[in-house]
């Protein structure tokens, strides 16, 4: 039957081996995770070599389980020696040479296990194992305590070199190896050599747990304890317990001789002595832990801290002041060697810094001026969404990034990298540097970064909204002062909310006067126009009218439009209002500018046109007194001064008619007929002409009302042009259609002269209907000019479409009236 320490042996050594492929497997490309895992595996296999020395029937049986021990505690030494040099601060092993020369030493010192005189006697008594060492042992107890102690000095000068993190973690391996060597020289060591026994060796690899322990806690565990935090942790629960227990203890000895004179049974008594105890010490127990951690407590108060800075953050809208309380914030309660907040850049590609505050010892020292979204250390706090420190990175982080990433954040000088996301929107970064105290930052510490990045997070986005709503308020009141026209926004109950400073000029009225008040102060003709526009919730059509201000009368246009939000009804009305003075002026003067640019051109042809048959009466009247008394000279005298004045009196005529308003006849004019009758007079030219003239009418329901000699005239007026374009063997054809009237509208007749061998280039369209401006040769350029005007005298339209494909077509647009035809007038059969 296995005893206490057998079993306890057997237990380190699987716990050892167990604890050794755990940590590997934690982060298995960490140089010291390999080591740590040969010395677990080393140091299990010396633990069960011991325990198999305990049960051993024989003393030949022990010599060899005892030799083995040396070799395999020879190269566990080693281990942890070289794990003291690479830990936790390099992630590559140290120097070849040195490790060459350490595991040789190893090698020289296992090999003690072979030397005769290494055991000089072994006795089995009882479950004692006594073993008698000779001289060989003092050479290899001395590599031992030597190989062990320089381990320990060299851990302990990197506790007092580094800090954070790597500081916690080689303490607690320093703990770990502290107890595990007193316990394992005390028993393996010292006792043999002082006192010649070896009965309590085996308890020295028992305690091997113990540096198990502290190693595998400083490696492998994701958020370390600081160890004054747990001897304080272990000091209240001791006080709590203390408290209870001597209240308990103290109760029931002073209620004994009552509850014995009842006859009260002692066990029951006990047990309800213990269920109260256990209540009291859940209550006990936070009050004790408070005041420990108040007592020993040496720097700021994250939580008070929070208190008061997240209430500055979350009423500040000024993203430069909110920026610097979360600075102010993080230094004064973690008090770090620096903190830097990063916002993004306007183009949201890079980070830059906008709040910096770093302690004396730490000032003068360079960063990079922004830090670029495409850095790896970015992308790996947005990967994660939570804060990102050094030592995470260092130790966990896979090794292809630790190197970079711990480079990037020694770049920034950061030990904490924090991510400030809005929506999983990357909106800014916080980065904390070492805490000037050398501590490390505990999981508290990085809660209340993360709590306040998202507190600031949430402002900084609120502050960025209200700069934005502010800065779009303000250019829209830049624009509303600097507009020239006038713009009144109300609401649905008809109040002015919007009145800007066009509308004061514009309209007379002061802004004080209008600004909240009733539509009812602006004038009649505006107001009327908001309430239509509120009434019905249409955008209307500019109005003209005409207010009196300064006594004197101001002509307006007035656009009104409902306001509404999508998804909601009206929301009021808005106005814009135009002086229409400067626009009726220049109208004025340009149609003054085309009165006079048509008199020049009409004057210019009129010249022309009677300057040559004047020349050819001149030419005839000079030629006179020479060769009046020759018959034919006089004959052909009278013919051509006959045929000028002729000429000059049609051109007359044509200028009278364009010029002349027509006589007020309004009679009902029947298309039809009359363009069977301009086809039918315009028949002679077109034979002349070679050209096919054809008529196409519809059955048109109504008349045109005007005078119908005028609109036979410039009917005749584009026939006769399209037969003279049209080449020898074309066609020119008339065509009337009645057309209905868009959305419940007046109908109206459409007539279309169109011949198609002729071209007119965009060019000439614009000038044809211009007087005296022509395509021919003859003529004198007024026909079209007079077609125009007969057409705009039937309150009509006229244009002209031409291509090279499909000629050239005049269309006339007549509105259609329902009056009948009077008695006589011939429609169209």
Excluded at 311 to 335: G, M
Excluded at 394 to 408: I, Q, S, Y
Excluded at 646 to 658: F, H, K, W
Aim: hydrophobic content about 45%.
């Amino acid at each position: 039957m296995l005893g206490l320490k057998e079993t306890a042996l057997a237990i380190t050594a699987i716990a050892a081996v167990t604890l050794g492929i755990a940590v590997y497997q934690r982060t298995p490309d960490r140089v010291w995770n390999r080591l740590f895992a040969v010395h677990a595996v080393g140091g299990g296999i010396w633990t069960f070599l011991n325990y198999l020395l305990e049960v051993a029937d024989s003393p030949t049986e022990a010599s060899i389980w005892l030799r083995l021990t040396h070799p395999v505690v020879a190269m566990v030494i080693c281990t942890v020696v070289d794990f003291a040099w690479v830990f936790p601060d390099r992630i590559d092993y140290a120097p070849t040479n040195a490790r060459v020369a350490l595991y040789t030493i190893g090698a020289v010192m296992g090999a003690v296990a072979f030397a005769p005189d290494l055991v000089r006697s072994i006795g089995l008594g009882g479950d004692i194992v006594n073993v008698v060492y000779g001289w060989p042992f003092v050479p290899f107890g001395i590599f031992t305590v030597g190989a062990l102690g320089y381990a320990d000095v060299v851990l302990l000068r990197k506790a007092v070199r580094l800090e954070g993190v790597q500081r916690v973690q080689v303490i607690w391996v320093l703990i770990g190896l502290a107890g595990s060597h007193f316990v394992a020289s005390l028993v393996i060591i010292i006792i043999p050599l002082i006192w010649g026994t070896t009965a309590y060796s085996g308890w020295g690899a028992g305690g091997y747990i113990i540096t198990m322990a502290g190693m595998s806690y400083a490696i492998a565990k994701h958020r370390l304890m600081r160890p004054e935090t747990a001897l304080r942790r272990v000091a209240s629960a001791m006080v709590s317990a203390g408290v209870v227990l001597s209240i308990g203890i103290g109760s029931v000895e002073a209620l004994q001789p009552t509850l014995t004179s009842r006859g009260v049974p002692m066990n029951l008594a006990y047990l309800a002595t213990g269920l109260v105890m256990g209540m009291l010490i859940v209550l006990v127990h936070g009050p004790v832990t408070a005041f420990v951690k108040r007592l020993f407590s040496d720097g700021g108060d994250p939580a008070s801290v929070q208190a008061g800075a997240s209430s500055h953050i979350l009423r500040t809208l000024d993203a430069e002041q909110l920026v610097r309380y979360l600075a102010r914030a993080l230094y004064t309660a973690l008090e770090p060697t620096n903190v830097v907040v990063y916002t993004m850049t306007r183009p949201g590609t890079e980070l830059a810094p906008r709040a910096i505050i770093q302690h004396n010892g730490n000032a003068g020292r360079e960063r990079p001026a922004v830090i670029a979204l495409s850095n790896r250390l970015v992308e790996v706090v947005l990967e994660e969404g939570s804060p990102v420190t050094r030592d995470q990175v260092f130790r966990f982080g896979p090794l292809k990034d630790a190197r970079r990433l711990a480079l990037l954040m020694d770049e920034l000088d950061a030990q904490i990298a924090a991510p400030m996301l809005w929506e999983d929107e990357l909106i800014g970064l916080v980065t904390l540097g070492p805490r000037l105290s050398g501590d490390m930052y505990v999981h508290d510490d990085l809660r209340f970064v993360t709590d306040m990045a998202l507190r600031a997070s949430l402002a900084l986005r609120n502050a960025d909204l209200y700069a934005e709503t502010a800065a779009l308020k303000d250019f829209n009141e830049r624009i509303l002062r600097q507009m020239d026209n006038a713009v009144v926004v109300t609401d649905t109950e008809e109040r002015i909310v919007v009145y800007n400073e066009a509308a004061e000029r514009l309209l007379g009225l002061p802004a004080e006067k209008a600004l909240h008040r009733s539509i009812g102060v602006l004038p009649e003709g505006i107001a009327n126009c908001i309430r239509a526009s509120l009434g019905s919730g249409r955008t209307l059509p500019s109005q003209h009218m005409t207010i009196e201000r300064d006594h004197s009368l101001v002509p307006l246009a007035c656009s009104t439009s409902p306001l509404s939000a999508e998804g909601s009804g009206s929301q009021g009305a808005v106005a814009v209002i135009s002086d229409l003075t400067l626009i009726q002026e220049l109208d004025r003067e340009r149609e003054e500018a085309e009165r006079l640019a048509l008199i020049r051109m009409i004057s210019a042809g009129m010249a022309h046109e009677i300057r040559n048959p004047l020349v050819a009466i001149r030419t005839f009247a000079e030629l006179a007194p020479k060769r009046l008394d020759d018959p034919d000279f006089r004959s052909n005298f009278l013919t051509v001064a006959q045929q000028e004045i002729s000429r000059i009196d049609r051109l007359v005529g044509d200028l009278l008619t364009l010029s002349k308003p027509a006589d007020a006849v309004v009679e009902p004019i029947d298309v039809n007929e009359i363009s069977r009758q301009v086809t039918q007079a315009a028949a002679g030219l077109a034979e002349t002409q070679d050209v096919a003239i054809e008529l196409v009418t519809d059955d048109l329901k109504g008349f045109v009302q005007g005078d119908s000699a005028r609109f036979h005239q410039a009917l005749t007026n584009l026939v006769r042009n399209a037969i003279e374009a049209e080449p020898a063997g074309g066609r020119v054809r008339l065509t009337t259609e009645l057309c209905a009237g868009d959305e419940g509208g007046s109908p109206s007749v459409r007539i279309r002269v169109h011949n198609a061998g002729s071209y007119i280039p965009p060019e000439q369209r614009r000038e044809i209907f211009r007087p005296f401006v022509s395509r021919k040769t003859t003529g004198t350029g007024l026909g079209l000019a007079i077609s125009r005007t007969i057409v705009e005298e039937l309150d009509g339209t006229i244009s002209v479409e031409s291509s090279v494909e499909g000629g050239t077509e005049f269309v006339v647009e007549l509105p259609v009236s329902n009056s009948r035809a009077p008695a006589g007038t011939v429609g169209d059969r």
